[in-house]
């Protein structure tokens, strides 16, 4: 008789592999439970060799998201199996979670450098720190593309 491993740890010992071809340092976690089965992906973003810049976590997120099935529909309260694979383990959710560290901190003192020149409809408090970090890797302020050259990129 052949042991068979669950599809939540096939997964993740893909996964995990993978990460490892790459050099990136990451802690996978998979988990079953009644409604289904899942894998969480932890990452730092600052490796002991590099920091991961926004394109290779968009990869990481891609390759990843491969081994989830569907989505939940909560219009419908339904999950949606839109992503079926045969060839490929797969479960009902994967997390992707990425630790910023210090850098949520430097982004959030980079964003209050810009609008400490006291001009005071250009002053803002930022209290939701990781929300404003994100939106900021994500260039959705265009701060990047209007700032860069106070941007200083670490070689």
Same mark, same amino acid.
Request: hydrophobic share 35%; net charge negative; with cysteine.
């Given at each position: 008789m052949t042991k068979r491993i669950s599809d939540h740890a096939a997964a993740g010992k893909r996964i995990r592999a993978e990460l490892k071809k790459q050099g990136i340092k990451a802690s996978v976690r998979g988990q079953a439970y009644a409604g289904g089965d899942s894998i969480t992906v932890k990452i730092d973003v600052q490796q002991a060799d590099r920091v991961l810049v926004p394109a290779t976590q968009q990869a990481i997120e891609a390759f990843c998201n491969q081994f989830q099935m569907g989505h939940f529909n909560?219009?419908?309260?339904?999950?949606?199996?839109?992503n079926r694979?045969?060839?490929?383990?797969?479960?009902?959710?994967?997390?992707?979670?990425?630790?910023?560290?210090?850098?949520?901190?430097?982004?959030?003192?980079?964003? /209050?450098?810009?609008? +400490?020149?006291?001009?005071?409809?250009?002053?803002?408090?930022?209290? /939701?720190?990781?929300?404003?970090? !994100?939106?900021?890797?994500?260039?959705?302020?265009?701060?990047?593309?209007?700032?860069?050259?106070?941007? !200083?990129?670490? +070689?």
């Open positions: 909560g219009m419908e309260d339904i999950y949606e199996y839109t694979n045969d060839d490929l383990p797969q479960v009902k959710f994967v997390f992707v979670d990425f630790n910023y560290g210090d850098l949520e901190q430097k982004a959030s003192d980079f964003i /209050h450098g810009l609008f +400490a020149d006291g001009d005071i409809t250009r002053t803002c408090e930022v209290t /939701h720190r990781q929300t404003v970090f !994100k939106m900021l890797r994500r260039d959705e302020f265009g701060f990047y593309r209007q700032f860069k050259q106070r941007v !200083k990129v670490a +070689a």
